[in-house]
C-alpha cells in the first residue's frame, strides 16, 4: 500500500510569480484535501476534492485552486504569490466517508522571497 | 463552528515519565476526533482516532486518548515518555457523515524530552 507522495519537497519562488505542487493520493482513496500550516500554527484547510470535483473549500482567495485527476491525484496552484504564502502545503488522502481517517504527505515547503 | 484548543503550547517532560496533552472541542454532533504527531520538517502522522464506542482508544507507539463528552475533551496520554517522542502534537476534529467537512486542528502542543 503507497501512502501519499508530494513533489517537489522544497522550492522557493518569488513573489508574483505562480506555483504549482502535486499530491499523488493513497492507493483506494478517492479524496484529496490540501493544507496550509504556517510555522508554529496548525494546519489550516485550503480546500478539497472528490472524483474530481471541488466539494468543500476554506478561507482563501480565489488564487489558490486546484485539479484532481482521474487517477485521484491532485494539483495545488497558486497565483500571484504573497510573502504570507510562505508555509507547508499538506495534502491528505481519504475515502468519502470519513472512517478511514486522512493520510498526509510530509508536505512540500514554499518559500516566498 | 467547529473548532480545537490545545492550552499548552509547550510541555518539558522527563524521559520515562508520564504525558498528558490536552484538547478540548467544539462541535454541534458527535466529533470525529483525532491526534497526530509532526516531526521537525515533517508531515502528519496519525497517532489515534475516535469515532464512536469505547471512549478509551488505543493508538500507536503506546499512545491512548480518552473521549469525555461532558467535558469536550480528548487528552492525549503514554505512561512512560521516550526521547523520540519529542515532536509537535495536534489534535484535530473531523468531518460528518457526509465527509465534505474539512479536519479542523488545534495550534499544536510542542512536546521536549529530557534526560
Known amino acids: 500500500e503507497t501512502g501519499v507522495t508530494q513533489s517537489p519537497t522544497h522550492l522557493i519562488k518569488t513573489r508574483g510569480q505562480q506555483v504549482t505542487l502535486r499530491c499523488s493520493s493513497q492507493s483506494g482513496h478517492n479524496t484529496v484535501s490540501w493544507y496550509q500550516q504556517a510555522l508554529g500554527q496548525g494546519p489550516q484547510f485550503i480546500f478539497q476534492y472528490y472524483r474530481e470535483e471541488e466539494n468543500g473549500r476554506g478561507n482563501f482567495p480565489p488564487r489558490f485552486s486546484g485539479l484532481q485527476f482521474p487517477n485521484y491525484s491532485s494539483e495545488l496552484n497558486v497565483n500571484a504569490l504573497e510573502l504570507d504564502d510562505s508555509a507547508l502545503y499538506l495534502c491528505?488522502?481519504?475515502?468519502?466517508?470519513?472512517?478511514?481517517?486522512?493520510?498526509f504527505g510530509s508536505g512540500t515547503r514554499l518559500t516566498v522571497v | 463552528a467547529q473548532s480545537v484548543t490545545q492550552p499548552d503550547i509547550h510541555i518539558t517532560v522527563s524521559e520515562g515519565a508520564s504525558l498528558e496533552l490536552r484538547c478540548n472541542y467544539s462541535y454541534g454532533a458527535t466529533p470525529y476526533l483525532f491526534w497526530y504527531v509532526q516531526s521537525p520538517g515533517q508531515g502528519l502522522q496519525l497517532l489515534l482516532k475516535?469515532?464512536?464506542?469505547?471512549?478509551l482508544v488505543q493508538g500507536i507507539k503506546g499512545f491512548e486518548a480518552e473521549f469525555k463528552r461532558s467535558q469536550s475533551s480528548f487528552n492525549l496520554r503514554k505512561p512512560s515518555v521516550h526521547w523520540s517522542d519529542a515532536a509537535e502534537y495536534f489534535c484535530?476534529?473531523?468531518?460528518?457523515?457526509?465527509?465534505?467537512?474539512?479536519?479542523?486542528f488545534g495550534k499544536g502542543t510542542r512536546l521536549s524530552v529530557i534526560a
Open positions: 491528505a488522502s481519504s475515502l468519502a466517508t470519513p472512517g478511514e481517517g486522512y493520510t
Open positions: 484535530a476534529v473531523g468531518p460528518n457523515f457526509s465527509g465534505n467537512t474539512p479536519l479542523v
Open positions: 475516535y469515532f464512536s464506542g469505547d471512549t
